[in-house]
Nanobody
Framework: QVRLVESGGGLVQAGGSLRLSCAASERTFKSVLMGWFRQAPGKEREFVAAISWSGGITYYADSVKGRFTISRDNAKNTVYLQMNSLKPEDTAVYYC???????????????????WGQGTQVTVSS
């Protein structure tokens, strides 16, 4: 069982930055696709970014492209989400997720991921 623990959320003003971290409990983390999703109140969980097992391929939702950067450090079993130029519409609970695949064309589907963290709140004030 892979355990994922997110950290780094908080309250920030519009235009500010935050870096989220997701620490995985298993060595198998090194060989799987990892993703970040978010869920705002009253809305469905949506894809934000994903990174292949090696870190060589990254994917982003159009709404965050150019502002967010996903990365991973397999030596530390950790994936990161650097969020810059934050907007009030970025406010949500952010979830880290681990897939059973090394990579996938379906990286934006929640069903591609088997394990989820508990989430970390990000609030952007205007």
């Amino acid at each position: 069982q892979v355990r994922l623990v997110e950290s780094g959320g908080g309250l920030v003003q519009a235009g500010g930055s935050l870096r989220l971290s997701c620490a995985a409990s298993e060595r198998t983390f090194k060989s799987v696709l990892m993703g970040w999703f978010r869920q705002a109140p009253g809305k469905e969980r949506e894809f934000v970014a994903a990174i292949s097992w090696s870190g060589g391929i990254t994917y982003y939702a159009d709404s965050v492209k150019g502002r967010f950067t996903i990365s991973r450090d397999n030596a530390k079993n950790t994936v990161y989400l650097q969020m810059n130029s934050l907007k009030p519409e970025d406010t949500a609970v952010y979830y880290c997720a681990a897939s059973r695949f090394q990579d996938s064309d379906s990286y934006y589907y929640t069903t591609t991921y088997n394990y989820w963290g508990q989430g970390t709140q990000v609030t952007v004030s205007s």
